[in-house]
């Protein structure tokens, strides 16, 4: 009797102090909880930075975020990788619902490895982890009844890096080997002469003042606060927005280009978007030309003339 007596008075008390002390009520998060959901929630649901590429190829901005890839049953997603890179682990949420298949294609060493997604469903979504030698994938996995994206690539900050910097040497090497800086060259102050039909749309610290040109040359005039960030550079884009190289210097704080044009992009960074001037109209705005005139009459006096 007295063990049947004990035995509940036992699991009693560890009710009692045991499991309310060990047990927590999950449907609340505490506060870092909540904090620390909200960091990583903001990257995942952070706007997409993609690119057209061929053949329907959709390209993703590598970890600027979480990447939603949009699949179908019975229609293959192929997602392709940086060629060189070899796949060490892939991961899925729902194992059951989705086939995941490895693939390479290409000649060593620029091999380029493949995921190849089909979900056996519509209307699931689950996430994919990509382990490779370089880097991680994380990927959301949504699945519709027949649209879907066939091609999925990825391009890197640091290639886009490489690139700009690349352009800018290439422009500095061919300014330098053709002398185009001419010490002796001025900025022109015949306003009669002077087009300023040219729009400028974007918000980055080196949007200029001002656009115009004398019939041969662009002058396009930066802010003062210039000075405190690192030059643009400057590409001309044709009818079908290719980027061009064109010849350029900075007087002062204008940036002089030896051509006419109708469409040109200024850029600084990766995230940059830019700052994007076209040609417009040719006529003249009186306030443009006054501010203009000012402009010069204050350089006149620094330079002492």
């Known amino acids: 009797m007295k063990k049947l007596i004990l035995i509940p008075a036992i699991l009693g008390a560890t009710m009692a102090f045991g499991f309310n002390e060990i047990e927590r009520d999950f449907a609340n998060l505490t506060d870092k909880e909540k ?28 970890g600027k975020s979480m990447p939603s890839i949009v699949t179908a049953p019975l229609r293959l997603t192929n997602i392709a990788l940086e060629p060189g890179e070899e ?31 089909k979900p056996t469903e519509k209307n699931l979504q689950t996430t994919l982890n990509i382990m490779t030698n370089k880097r991680v994938y994380k990927l959301n996995l949504i699945s519709e009844d027949k649209k879907f994206m066939p091609s999925i690539a990825f391009i890197y900050p640091g290639e886009i890096t490489a690139s700009l910097e690349a352009y800018k040497q290439k422009l500095k090497k061919k300014s330098q080997s053709k002398n185009f800086q001419k010490p002796d060259e001025s900025i022109p102050s015949n306003i009669d002469s002077l087009d300023f039909g ?14 115009y040109n004398d ?35 900075l007087k002062i704080d204008t940036f002089i280009v030896d051509r006419l044009f109708n469409k040109a992009l200024l850029i600084s960074g990766v995230d940059d978007k830019g700052i994007l001037i076209k040609k417009m109209s040719s006529k003249i705005n009186q306030e443009i ?16 003339e």
């Open 289 to 304: 030309v006054n501010n203009v005139l000012y402009d010069l009459s204050l350089k006149n006096e620094e330079k002492g």
């Open 35 to 62: 904090k620390d959901l909200a960091i990583a929630q903001k990257w995942i649901d952070e706007k997409t930075t993609t690119i057209p590429g061929k053949n329907g190829e959709v390209i993703y901005l590598f």
């Open 87 to 117: 796949i060490k682990d892939v991961q899925i949420g729902d194992s059951i619902r989705w086939i995941i298949s490895l693939s390479i294609s290409g000649e060593e060493p620029n091999t380029t490895s493949h995921i190849i997604v």
């Open 215 to 249: 019939g041969v040359k662009t002058y396009i005039q930066m802010p003062k606060n210039m000075k405190f960030y690192e030059a643009p550079a400057l590409m001309i884009l044709d009818k079908n927005d290719n980027k061009e190289i064109v010849n350029y210097r």
């Open 198 to 211: 040219y729009s400028i749309e974007g918000k980055s610290d080196f949007k200029p003042l001002r656009v």
